[in-house]
């Protein structure tokens, strides 16, 4: 069985350098926001390109102290609203509700699976102050018409970078990199992934690093004053230092990625099947491989009965869901299309040159 993502395999061939990193956190005795943290946010905001790096513990977290910083410097308040794509994963969603906002669902584009820019303006009322983007999959978002929306509108525009982690503008432009602030989710499935939770806030912006850095831990200014009322949302010290270890690699594991997209892209041949649309493979890092197919359930059996394991990302869209009833009378076609139809085949560094070419080959049977 090809399975959709093993782990342990992705993971193996650090074994050596993270237990010996492993020994020297032992060693040192410094267990929490010490030299590692320091070092992998100095090493990940330089990856990015952008001044500050804040690791924190987990993704949502990340959107989270994002919204609860901006909200502290009064930049947002608590029922402003926020335009966020549809068909994204429900964090996304819930960092806007968990914040006190607004949540307001716009359709993606079919072919993109990203927010559709031409449908963002219809959506802005009087009680919307910003937008946060989903390069979903991997794939940025349409960046220059998201920004110029964003400033003609006087919004704030936020970046979900959880899954796109080295996507490039042509002028080289990395996410986390092209908005006013960035979260990054370092899960363990994710393209730069850690052995636990882990996640990071980037930003040029100071003043909300400043905020993010304190609200982080508790509020702290310095050891016994406390600026904010703040959180313990701290990077694991450990964790930062795997995260440091896979960081060296993230560029040549994304380029494996591309190559292997590429290979689906050239070989593969069936009129049921539609194929993600992407020009320039740099602005893509291919955390998921997602094909649609009206099929699509017929295909995922015929996989898997032939050894192949594939995944839907995502089965239910959030205005379906009983988490968010009060979206339930929304008609997003799109989106609902979409959560019908994709279905992500495996694409990731565990997998050898044969198993892609037995993927294609079978998608091409079906
Ligand atoms: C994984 C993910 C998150 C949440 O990250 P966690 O670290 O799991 O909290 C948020 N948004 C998107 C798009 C994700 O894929």
Redesign the pocket.
Same mark, same amino acid.
Not at 58 to 61: A, F, Q, R
């Given at each position: 069985m090809i399975r959709f993502l093993d782990l342990k395999l992705v993971n193996q061939r650090y074994y050596d350098v993270f237990k010996k990193s492993f020994d020297n956190f032992l060693n040192n005795g410094h267990y929490i926001l010490g030299e590692q943290v320091i070092g992998f946010e100095k090493e990940f905001a330089a990856y990015c390109g952008t001044k500050h790096c804040i690791g924190v513990s987990? @993704? #949502?977290?990340a #959107?989270e102290l994002i919204f609860e910083a901006y909200k502290t410097l009064g930049v947002l308040k608590v029922n402003d609203e926020v335009i966020v794509p549809a068909n994204? %994963?429900i =964090? $996304?969603v819930l960092s806007i509700s968990n914040s006190g906002l607004r949540p307001v669902l716009v359709e993606p584009n079919i072919n993109t699976f990203n927010i559709d820019p031409s449908l963002i303006e219809k959506a802005i009322t009087s009680k919307t102050k910003a937008i946060l983007g989903?390069h #979903?999959y991997g794939r940025l978002y349409d960046v220059e018409q998201l920004e110029k929306i964003a400033i003609n509108n006087n919004l704030v525009l936020i970046e979900?970078a =959880?899954?796109a982690h080295g996507a490039a503008t042509i002028d080289g432009r990395k996410a986390g990199n092209v908005s006013n602030a960035a979260a990054f $989710?370092f %899960?363990p499935t994710?393209n730069l992934g850690a052995l636990a939770?882990a @996640?990071a806030v980037t930003t040029n912006d100071k003043a909300l690093a400043d905020v993010i850095f304190k609200m982080r831990h508790y509020g702290r200014a310095s050891s016994y004053e406390n600026d904010i009322k703040g959180r313990n949302c701290r990077l694991d010290e450990i964790q930062a230092a795997f995260l440091r270890i896979k960081l060296k690699h993230l560029k040549t594991d994304n380029i494996r990625r591309q190559g292997i997209a590429r290979t689906y892209f050239e070989l593969t041949k069936n009129e049921k099947i539609i194929l993600p649309h992407c020009k320039i493979l740099s602005q893509h890092v291919f955390h998921l491989f997602v094909i649609r197919s009206n099929k699509r359930d017929l295909l995922r059996e015929y996989l898997y009965k032939n050894g192949v394991e594939s995944i839907v990302h995502y089965p239910i869209p959030i205005h379906h869901q009983k988490a968010y009833q009060e979206f339930g009378s929304l008609k997003l076609p799109i989106t609902e299309q979409i959560h019908n139809e994709v279905l992500s085949v495996p694409l990731n560094t565990g997998l050898n040159s044969e198993q892609v070419l037995k993927i294609v080959k079978l998608i091409n049977s079906f």
């Open positions: 987990n @993704g #949502l977290d #959107l994204t %994963y =964090a $996304s989903v #979903l979900d =959880a899954q $989710s %899960y994710k939770d @996640g």
